[in-house]
Nanobody, 125 residues
């Protein structure tokens, strides 16, 4: 699977962005999808994940209520709607495709075999 993330940019605190991740190459609906972020000097961390059908969704605690993950299997695309952005959300955001069956696996980067190139999100105060 090839993944192409887009939608990042510079936004003021309290603003919103919508990230998209377009997949190609294999059957998109076979894969759980997730978003991770990596801030400068820090390890990659889990943001949100969605099951193959979209019926199961998980969020990192710090993103609950502000971020919404969704997918459109007909368009081979996963989205991350980010609202009420904070300066600490500044990072490179990566989409990923893989296999998972529980929160432990959905939130682990090792469950994902394919990664997009990342899109920069910068939130100014």
């Amino acid at each position: 699977v090839q993944l192409q993330a887009s939608g990042g940019g510079l936004v003021q605190a309290g603003g919103s962005l919508r990230l998209s991740c377009a997949a190609s190459g294999r059957t998109f609906s076979n894969y759980a999808m997730a978003w991770f972020l990596q801030a400068p000097g820090k390890e990659r961390e889990f943001v949100a994940a969605i099951s193959r059908s979209g019926a199961t969704i998980y969020y990192a605690d710090s993103m609950k209520g502000r971020f919404t993950i969704s997918r459109d299997n007909a368009k081979n695309t996963v989205y991350l709607q980010m609202n009420s952005l904070k300066p600490e959300d500044t990072a490179v955001y990566y989409c990923a495709a893989g296999f998972a069956s529980s929160l432990t696996y959905y939130s682990s980067s090792t469950s994902y075999y394919y990664w997009g190139q990342g899109t920069q999100v910068t939130v100014s105060s």
